[in-house]
């Protein structure tokens, strides 16, 4: 097991080193990535975004209902969303 986890491993950083994204893809919607990352540049805070977001009636990125402040922090954390095409 221990060897096919290193494999594994290793095709993966070879895949990322050459620019092939991995993983799960993006599923959030461009332009509410773009309203949380303005909202946030003009000083709200991340239970302020959830609230707005779920006052707006906006779905989460995986159809949920709800957001929290930990959902919107996990969409500051991602490098900005610039194309939606994968390798």
Do not use: C, F, H
Request: net charge positive.
């Amino acid at each position: 097991r221990r060897i096919m986890g290193q494999r594994t491993k290793d095709a993966l950083a070879i895949k990322i080193a050459s620019g092939v994204l991995v993983g799960r893809p993006r599923s959030i919607d461009p332009e509410v990535e773009k309203r949380i990352r303005a909202d946030r540049s003009r000083g709200l805070t991340l239970q302020g975004i959830a609230d707005a977001l779920n006052r707006d009636g906006i779905p989460t990125a995986r159809g949920g209902r709800r957001w929290y402040d930990s959902t919107v922090r996990s969409v500051l954390r991602q490098r900005p969303l610039t194309t939606t095409s994968r390798k």
